[in-house]
């Protein structure tokens, strides 16, 4: 039996596609105990996302956190479950539709883009499998993660790199590992701060919350914080907003070691203690609305605010399917596409039909010659 993935009877001179893996983080596929136990094991498992030597994690994951977070989690995700579905998987396939919509129309050869979420489904396998099937020999991978972390954007890389190590011809390959000081992010940020302002009015300071991550992530090198503060520095100089008007924050910490600071939820009781009353918080580093910002900032922390004496916390929801920012992404994969064929100007369909056709009949007639070969 192969120990390398191919296609089976594949016909040699077929017609080759580009192909556009959009990711993001992943969603447990239903809000229930079991599905929680599920995606949290294979998300937390992930050495990229806790470097703790194996062994002892084992111990830990398996003999604690598995039994006690996936119920608390449960009860959360369905506070924000929709009839679509999970927030993140329905928004995202949303922009996958929004990016596949842009690029077809822009290039000139045929482009595949799909779906594949890092943990969870529709999974990277599956979706490079999809890509595989349907003969994309030339490979861009977008994760949405504006700012690089090795424990986001380098973790979807192992997850690429492990599936495509199982086949048999592997494609040309890109990959995006940020975009967190592109104009035109910053920009669709901006706008969408904009609007909301005109609508619900704007409040006595902006909390820009990132995801956090272990302070020694930082020690060692990764590049996560740095970029995060200068997103917030574009966006805050964008906006025009005056110094001591807005933050840069860190949600969503886990365990007890110490994480990037100031923490967000600590940062939003100061504010209320403070005498602030009106507050908004966009998270920037979040390319679509996910239990961290609806439950976590909408809910969460909008309860400590009120404990500390504030009065209204708005909070700005994510970029999602805007039409600036599925605009950007389109441009941002279109810039990094730039060079293959599929890109240039539009090939004679005449002239392809013929090329396709010639190369059917020399490998037909490589086939037949070997045959006649091995029968003699």
């Known amino acids: 039996m192969t120990r390398y993935h191919g296609s089976e009877g594949f016909q040699h001179g077929s017609g080759e596609k580009l192909g556009v893996l959009v990711t993001n983080l992943g969603t447990p596929d239903a809000p229930e105990t079991g599905a929680l136990r599920r995606y949290l094991k294979e998300f937390l498992w992930d050495p990229r996302v806790v470097e703790v030597p194996r062994p002892l994690w084992w111990l ?6 598995l039994r006690i977070r996936p119920r608390r989690s449960a009860e959360a995700y369905r506070s924000v479950w929709t009839e679509a579905g999970s927030p993140l998987l329905s928004i995202s396939q949303d922009q996958v539709a929004g990016i596949r919509a842009r690029l077809q129309e822009r290039l000139a050869g045929p ?45 979807t890389f192992d997850a690429v790199a492990a599936t495509l190590m199982g086949w048999r011809w592997i494609p040309d390959l890109r990959f995006i590992s940020r975009y967190h000081d592109e104009p035109d992010y910053i920009e669709a940020l901006a706008a969408s701060i904009r609007e909301h302002w005109a609508e619900k009015g704007r409040g006595e300071h902006l909390v820009m919350s990132f995801h956090g991550v272990p302070r020694r992530y930082l020690d060692a090198g990764d590049p996560y914080h740095c970029q995060c503060l200068k997103t917030g520095r574009l966006l805050a100089e964008r906006l025009g907003l005056e110094h001591g008007s807005w933050s840069v924050t860190f949600q969503s910490r886990f365990g007890r070691e110490e994480w990037l600071k100031p923490y967000t939820d600590a940062s939003i009781r100061a504010l209320g203690e403070r005498g ?19 439950e976590e900032i909408g809910v969460e922390n909008a309860e400590y605010f009120h404990e500390a004496g504030g009065e209204t916390l ?17 441009d941002l994969a279109q810039r990094h596409l730039q060079g293959w064929p599929e890109t240039g100007p539009a090939p004679d369909p005449a002239a392809l039909e013929a090329e396709s056709a010639a190369s059917r009949e020399r490998a037909a007639a490589r086939t037949a010659a070997r045959e006649a070969g091995e029968l003699g």
């Open 276 to 294: 602030v009353k009106r507050l908004d918080v966009i998270c920037p580093g979040f390319s679509a609305d996910c239990l961290e910002t609806i």
């Open 111 to 155: 482009v595949e883009v799909v779906l594949g979420m890092r943990y969870g489904n529709p999974s990277i396998p599956s979706a490079l499998r999809q890509l595989h099937d349907a003969n994309v020999r030339r490979l861009l991978v977008l994760p949405l993660y504006p700012q690089y972390s090795a424990s986001t954007s380098a973790s």
């Open 60 to 65: 830990i994951l398996n003999g604690v956190i």
């Open 314 to 330: 708005n909070y700005i929801p994510c970029l999602n399917s805007r039409q600036d920012h599925l605009d950007f992404l389109a």
